[in-house]
């Protein structure tokens, strides 16, 4: 079973930067499609970051500038650097992994196109 553990989550001044990571084991990252998801208090998961095997990204707009994902193949992880955060990024946040490394099954910003999961990083962002 393919296990995600996220790190570097925690509170920070709107403006600020915060790089989050993910530890991939039981697979290796080069074989999958490997997202940054979201989820505020009441509200869906969303979909922050995509990055595939050939190197190709997804950002959603709200993070597009902001955010940058990028993939460790010798490490076997997977990154999130955000800066220029807003309150409005406040939410956890997880690391996802899709089989297929190079082409999705459902598009790249829906939860359901994603077969692993980890338990998730708490990013807050005060005004």
């Known amino acids: 079973q393919v296990q995600l553990v996220e790190s570097g989550g925690g509170s920070v001044q709107a403006g600020g930067s915060l790089r989050l990571s993910c530890a991939v084991s039981?697979?290796?990252?080069?074989?999958?499609?490997m997202g940054w998801f979201r989820q505020a208090p009441g509200k869906e998961r969303e979909g922050v970051a995509t990055?595939?095997?050939?190197?190709?990204?997804n950002y959603a707009n709200s993070v597009k500038d902001r955010f940058t994902i990028s993939k460790d193949n010798a490490k076997n992880t997977l990154s999130l650097q955000m800066d220029s955060l807003k309150p409005e990024d406040t939410a956890m946040y997880y690391c996802?992994?899709?089989?297929?490394?190079?082409?999705?099954?459902?598009?790249?910003?829906?939860?359901?196109?994603?077969?692993?999961w980890g338990q998730g990083t708490q990013v807050t962002v005060s005004s």
């Open positions: 990055i595939n095997s050939d190197g190709i990204t």
């Open positions: 996802a992994a899709a089989p297929n490394a190079r082409y999705l099954r459902g598009p790249w910003y829906k939860a359901s196109t994603y077969d692993y």
């Open positions: 039981r697979a290796t990252v080069s074989n999958y499609c």
